[in-house]
């Protein structure tokens, strides 16, 4: 499986079981199902993949402070965005 393809498996499955907001999953679904637009964004998506399992709602705000808030997620996907190549 590619990295395009994994990530649009864990966007689904943050979707599904961490309550990823649909505005974060359609900006993640876009660019995965884009390939071609995003040649140099391997450590972009990497860092992502990491990222969206440990997404969390209240990210930061617990005991320990271990989950992936919105802030920080879509600072990550600003940056995935930012290797957008044109046409």
């Known amino acids: ?6 990530l649009r498996a864990a966007t689904v499955r943050a979707q599904a079981e ?4 649909d505005f974060l999953a359609e900006r993640l679904l876009a660019v995965a199902e884009q390939p071609h637009r995003y040649p140099q964004a391997e450590t972009e998506i990497r860092v992502l993949l990491d990222m969206l399992p440990d997404y969390d709602t209240y990210g930061q705000t617990g005991y320990i402070g271990m989950g992936v808030s ?18």
């Open 70 to 87: 919105n802030v920080i997620l879509e600072g990550a996907v600003r940056r995935l965005e930012g290797k957008l190549s044109p046409l």
């Open 18 to 21: 961490c309550e990823l907001p």
């Open 1 to 6: 499986m590619n990295l395009f393809m994994q």
